[in-house]
């Protein structure tokens, strides 16, 4: 069984900064795609920034040189190093993987889905 979860949201004020986590649970050996999406109220949900296997992190226009995307292999978690917050960054963040893991078989590559975590940057 996989799970993401997600950590790091909250209320900061606009100029401010946050860090999100996204630490993967399971026997994963794997790893296709790792990256966060956010979906704001009454918008579709989009993409923050991805990496897939091999690349450097391909990030939104809206959100570069503001976001940084890194990862630490061993803990199965990765970040999103978020800075200069706007209100436009408002939002409910989720982090996506999709990975293949052995659970009594070899199974995958499937999409996993984070539950989602709350950002709130006030003006």
């Known amino acids: 069984q996989v799970q993401l979860v997600e950590s790091g949201g909250g209320l900061v004020q606009a100029g401010g900064s946050l860090r999100l986590s996204c630490t993967a649970s399971?026997?994963?050996?794997?790893?296709?795609?790792m990256g966060w999406y956010r979906q704001a109220p009454g918008k579709r949900r989009e993409s923050v920034a991805f990496?897939?296997?091999?690349?450097?992190?391909i990030y939104a226009d809206s959100v570069k040189g503001r976001f940084a995307f890194s990862r630490d292999k061993a803990k199965k978690t990765w970040y999103l190093e978020m800075k200069n917050l706007t209100p436009e960054d408002t939002a409910v963040y989720y982090c996506?993987?999709?990975?293949?893991?052995?659970?009594?078989?070899?199974?995958?590559?499937?999409?996993?889905w984070g539950q989602g975590t709350q950002v709130t940057v006030s003006s």
């Open positions: 996506r993987a999709v990975l293949s893991h052995v659970d009594g078989v070899a199974r995958g590559p499937n999409e996993y």
């Open positions: 399971g026997n994963i050996f794997s790893t296709n795609l």
């Open positions: 990496v897939t296997k091999g690349s450097d992190p």
